[in-house]
């Protein structure tokens, strides 16, 4: 069974930073892309970022460029979102998904991120 | 940017009956290997959004056969043929042809 487990959300000062993991398993990790999809009740599914099976390839929505990271260790089978430099308008649930086809096929179950002072 | 704009934002179906959701993209979502990267997901509540149909109108694994999808241009459908209460939740539509990836504003299903 697919299983995506997000960790690492907190509540944070704006200017401050964070990182958030996904563990996946019972599949083969390192075969897929991977993205990180932020929801809030104001904007909704938000995409942030994408990266591909060896983490050579990266891409983010305008609103994170130069600030968040994705990253991946295929051999711990874990995605990462470095957040630095952190305002109220990243605040939501964060979800990681498996592309499948194009598609979000698996998501995890989500990782609330505050920043408030 | 791919605008995505979702109608109506809300229905109330009574059981059994059919219900139908669009979705407009504000450009053709073809790519040239022939797919469309056009997505339609269920967020049911308290839960993540889960797939429900894939390339415009594939349905994911495990997905009941009521649900469908088309397509017509830029112009995308998804009709549920007899809802049921399980069918509850919001719906959202999404472009993955090119990043920023984006979501329509969501379609909230209740049943009456």
């Known amino acids: 069974e697919v299983q995506l487990v997000e960790s690492g959300g907190a509540l944070v000062q704006p200017g401050g930073s964070l990182r958030l993991s996904c563990a996946g398993s019972?599949?083969?990790?390192?075969?897929?892309?991977m993205h990180w999809v932020r929801q809030t009740p104001e904007k909704g599914l938000v995409w942030v970022s994408r990266?591909?099976?060896?983490?050579?390839?990266?891409d983010y929505a305008d609103s994170v460029k130069g600030r968040f990271t994705i990253s991946r260790d295929n051999a711990k089978g874990t995605l990462y979102l470095q957040m630095n430099s952190l305002r109220a308008e990243d605040t939501g649930v964060y979800f990681c998904?498996?592309?499948?086809?194009?598609?979000?096929?698996?998501w995890g179950q989500g990782t609330l991120v505050t920043v408030s002072s | 940017e791919i605008v995505m704009t979702q109608s109506p934002l809300s229905l109330s179906v009574t059981p059994g009956e059919p219900a139908s959701i669009s979705c407009r993209s504000s450009?053709?979502?073809?790519?040239?290997?022939?797919?469309?990267?056009f997505d339609w997901y269920l967020q049911k509540p308290g839960q993540s959004p889960q797939l429900l149909i894939y390339w415009g109108s594939n349905r994911a694994s495990g997905v009941p056969d009521r649900f469908s999808g088309s397509e017509s241009g830029a112009d995308f459908t998804l009709k549920i043929s007899r809802v049921e209460a399980e069918d509850v939740g919001v719906y959202y539509c999404?472009?993955?042809?090119?990043?920023?990836?984006?979501f329509g504003q969501g379609t909230k299903l209740e049943i009456k």
């Open positions: 450009q053709s979502l073809m790519h040239s290997i022939g797919h469309t990267f």
């Open positions: 990266i591909n099976t060896d983490g050579s390839t990266t």
């Open positions: 019972g599949y083969t990790f390192s075969d897929y892309w």
């Open positions: 998904s498996r592309d499948t086809a194009g598609a979000h096929g698996y």
């Open positions: 999404m472009q993955g042809l090119q990043t920023p990836y984006t």
